[in-house]
């Protein structure tokens, strides 16, 4: 997927999902409607910094500078990406 800042963005779409930009969390749901399974977010230098189960991350926990994400479906395809956190 493509990069992406989270200030001051409601929403932002990409070749494989869509970030909804609350005010606390990003929200990542798939366009193909496929359930997320895991997203690992790393920090610039490919250290993994935290995984969820869940679509939502909380934006504090998120490092400042580029984010890069992976996100695993339930059926074992992976969408890879970056963020940069603002903050």
């Known amino acids: ?6 200030d001051g963005l409601e929403g932002s779409e990409h070749d494989d999902y869509i970030v909804n930009y609350g005010s606390d969390y ?4 798939l ?7 895991k997203i690992d977010v790393y ?4 250290k ?3 995984s969820t189960a869940s679509n939502s991350i909380s934006k504090s926990n998120l490092p400042a500078g580029m984010v890069l994400l992976t996100i695993q479906t339930a059926d074992s395809r992976i969408h890879t990406g970056k963020i940069i956190n603002r903050n």
């Open 26 to 29: 990003l929200t990542f749901n």
């Open 1 to 6: 997927f493509k990069e992406a800042s989270k």
């Open 31 to 37: 366009k193909n409607q496929s359930a997320i399974a």
């Open 43 to 46: 920090d610039a230098l490919g």
């Open 48 to 50: 993994l910094c935290f």
